[in-house]
């Protein structure tokens, strides 16, 4: 298993700022994974990181409203742009096991609250 | 495309009764199969999984099998503990090509009583 930091752990934001979640493993791994948790919801994909490449946006998610960076095999970003309130969720990195069986690992997430 | 239904929460019982919270799923490849469970305030963690059907994954006191013929996935535990209270989500990965994309269902809150 890896093990996953995530910061910040929670945060209270104002409508129409950006947010920067870092995440960072403790060993390389090619492909990170951020997903989105609204209040009482189950998770959602938001896109794929792979180090070296633009991230993989799902449908309803674009580059824009959430910039992915990944500099290396070990740390990714993800920025909320320009918040509303609908934005407010715990915010998920997750990570591929080493097995091809599909499972993930994840982050302890980011809550973020948008005023 | 893929998807999970799972059965509606929140599902409360006492200690030591029986738990079973259903799972069904949809797919066009052959899933793996997963319940990750989320305690309050922590993120996600596995639970248990199972790769191929007949397959029945195991952890902590609660068994899932994987049923094909049903398209099944179901949780059950013998005996719940207050500790046990969190949420529960099940979750498949299509195994097609390196798609490592999880598809997860509502998730189930349970609740155990003293």
């Known amino acids: 298993s890896a093990v996953i930091s995530q910061k910040p752990s929670r945060d209270i934001c104002q409508r129409g700022t950006s947010l920067t979640i870092q995440c960072q493993v403790d060993?390389?791994?090619?492909?990170m994974f951020w997903y989105r948790q609204q209040p009482g919801q189950s998770l959602t994909l938001i896109a794929t990181?792979?180090?070296?490449?633009?991230?993989?946006?799902e449908s309803g998610f674009v580059i824009d409203k959430f910039p992915i960076s990944r500099p290396n095999l070990t740390f990714s970003t993800l920025t909320v742009s320009n918040m509303s309130p609908e934005d407010s969720s715990i915010y998920l990195c997750s990570v591929s096991g080493l097995m091809n069986t599909g499972e993930l690992f994840f982050g302890e997430g980011s809550r973020l609250t948008v005023l | 495309g893929d998807s999970v239904t799972q059965m509606e929460g929140p599902v409360t019982l006492s200690e030591e009764a029986f738990l079973t919270i259903n799972c069904t799923y949809t797919?066009?490849?052959?899933?793996?199969l997963f319940w990750y469970v989320q305690y309050p305030g922590e993120g996600l963690q596995l639970l248990l999984k199972?790769?191929?059907?007949?397959d029945k994954g195991s952890n902590k006191g609660f068994e899932a099998t994987y049923r094909k013929e049903t398209t099944s996935f179901h949780l059950e535990k013998g005996s719940v503990q207050v500790s046990d209270s969190a949420v529960y989500f099940c979750?498949?990965?299509?195994?097609?090509?390196?798609?490592?994309?999880?598809?997860f269902g509502k998730g189930t809150l349970l609740t155990v009583n003293p």
């Open positions: 797919a066009t490849g052959y899933p793996s």
């Open positions: 979750a498949l990965s299509d195994r097609g090509g390196s798609n490592y994309k999880l598809t």
């Open positions: 060993s390389q791994v090619t492909m």
């Open positions: 990181a792979n180090q070296g490449s633009e991230a993989t946006y």
């Open positions: 199972a790769t191929k059907a007949d």
